[in-house]
């Protein structure tokens, strides 16, 4: 048994990271607060990239025992525009309730001890982003709730103005609708997120055979940013980088970079060492969220997305 590594988050970055250096022989001290199951403001889209990551750790199959939703197709709408394709493999839909307990579960089983305070520094932050400390105006909020209705098997986001909203099947039946509009627009309909919906009219004909589930859950403010500079210790998930949600890469960059870093806090390895391997990971997603964040503000993705084959556009929001 090598050191024992202590972490801060028991989300998929947490987790996942104290999975993999459990499997390196270290011993783990998980720092977690919050109770396990509950709900987070995400998107719940896995891309395919989803399963040698999970399987690297031992976490496909009791994925897989979740019963997540297959999603074979993409949609994306810009108003007037609209562009489907079917995707190069199937992707999955899984709320984070549900995949936050079975990683933390999974760890657990393999060994992990749980705190609910911070004891010692930690070697590994996967404590989820900071809230931005910025001024009013230009803010940015999420939000998210699930529906009832009829399943489909795509990945569908409704761009509108600065907004937009994901949806995609989860499992168990239900719709996950998860979005991200700017303060400006939000206020306009006192943050009442069932108005915001329709404000695009192929969002609102989308979701009219839909029923929400439980009330709304919000975020923010959000802001797109990387730590890929501080070696003060092993950051993972968005802790470490945090990119548009828009891409839908952020489940999978968390369980990838908890997993490295894991590994690296088990071999002890260089923190720039470890920075320098996320850093080709996540360079590509990262970069081109924000080239279409300022497409989105300018109104030029409506002109810009049609010219794009879909699954290029997809494959270029994949970590590596």
Same mark, same amino acid.
């Given at each position: 048994?090598?050191?024992?590594?202590?972490?801060?988050? *028991?989300?998929?970055?947490?987790?996942?990271?104290?999975?993999?250096?459990?499997?390196? *022989?270290?011993? /783990?001290?998980?720092?977690?607060?919050?109770?396990?199951?509950?709900?987070?403001?995400?998107?719940?889209?896995?891309?395919?990239?989803?399963?040698?990551?999970?399987?690297?750790?031992?976490?496909?199959?009791?994925?897989?025992? &979740?019963?997540?939703?297959?999603?074979?197709?993409?949609?994306?709408?810009?108003?007037?525009?609209?562009?489907?394709?079917?995707?190069?493999?199937? &992707?999955?839909?899984?709320?984070?309730?549900?995949?936050?307990?079975?990683?933390?579960?999974?760890?657990?089983?393999?060994?992990?001890?749980?705190?609910?305070?911070?004891?010692?520094?930690?070697?590994?932050?996967?404590?989820?982003?900071? /809230?931005?400390?910025?001024?009013?105006?230009?803010?940015?909020? *999420?939000?998210?709730?699930?529906? +009832?209705?009829?399943?489909?098997?795509?990945?569908?986001?409704?761009?509108?103005?600065?907004?937009?909203?994901?949806?995609?099947?989860?499992?168990?039946?239900?719709?996950?609708?998860?979005?991200?509009?700017? +303060?400006?627009?939000?206020?306009?309909?006192?943050?009442?997120?069932?108005?915001?919906?329709?404000?695009?009219? &192929?969002?609102?004909?989308?979701?009219?055979?839909?029923?929400?589930?439980?009330?709304?859950?919000?975020?923010?403010?959000? +802001?797109?940013?990387?730590?890929?500079?501080?070696?003060?210790?092993?950051?993972?998930?968005?802790?470490?980088?945090?990119?548009?949600?828009?891409? *839908?890469?952020?489940?999978?960059?968390? /369980?990838?970079?908890?997993?490295?870093?894991?590994?690296?806090?088990?071999?002890?390895?260089?923190?720039?060492?470890?920075? &320098?391997?996320?850093?080709?990971?996540?360079?590509?997603?990262?970069?081109?969220?924000?080239?279409?964040?300022?497409?989105?503000?300018?109104?030029?993705?409506?002109?810009?997305?049609?010219?794009?084959?879909?699954?290029?556009?997809?494959?270029?929001?994949?970590?590596?």
């Amino acid at each position: 048994m090598c050191k024992t590594i202590t972490i801060l988050g *028991g989300g998929p970055a947490g987790a996942s990271a104290a999975l993999a250096a459990m499997e390196l *022989g270290c011993g /783990v001290m998980l720092i977690e607060k919050s109770k396990f199951p509950r709900h987070k403001v995400c998107g719940e889209f896995f891309s395919p990239e989803i399963e040698p990551d999970l399987a690297r750790i031992g976490a496909w199959q009791a994925f897989l025992s &979740a019963a997540p939703a297959r999603i074979r197709r993409m949609k994306l709408n810009f108003g007037a525009a609209e562009k489907t394709a079917s995707l190069a493999e199937p &992707a999955w839909g899984l709320s984070r309730s549900a995949f936050d307990a079975l990683l933390l579960q999974r760890a657990i089983a393999a060994g992990a001890k749980i705190s609910r305070e911070t004891t010692s520094v930690p070697q590994i932050i996967a404590s989820g982003r900071k /809230v931005a400390a910025t001024a009013r105006g230009g803010r940015l909020f *999420g939000f998210k709730a699930h529906f +009832e209705g009829p399943p489909d098997d795509a990945v569908e986001l409704y761009f509108f103005g600065s907004a937009y909203v994901g949806i995609n099947a989860v499992e168990n039946g239900f719709t996950n609708v998860c979005g991200l509009a700017p +303060e400006e627009l939000l206020r306009t309909f006192d943050f009442d997120f069932d108005r915001v919906l329709l404000e695009s009219p &192929a969002l609102a004909e989308r979701v009219k055979p839909l029923t929400r589930r439980f009330d709304w859950l919000s975020t923010g403010p959000l +802001e797109f940013k990387q730590h890929l500079s501080d070696t003060t210790a092993y950051r993972a998930g968005d802790a470490l980088s945090f990119v548009d949600p828009f891409t *839908g890469s952020g489940l999978v960059a968390a /369980v990838k970079t908890g997993s490295l870093a894991g590994a690296a806090a088990a071999r002890s390895d260089p923190v720039p060492d470890y920075l &320098a391997q996320c850093r080709q990971s996540l360079r590509k997603p990262f970069e081109v969220a924000g080239v279409f964040r300022k497409a989105l503000k300018s109104r030029f993705a409506e002109t810009l997305a049609p010219l794009i084959p879909s699954r290029i556009l997809f494959a270029l929001t994949r970590p590596r």
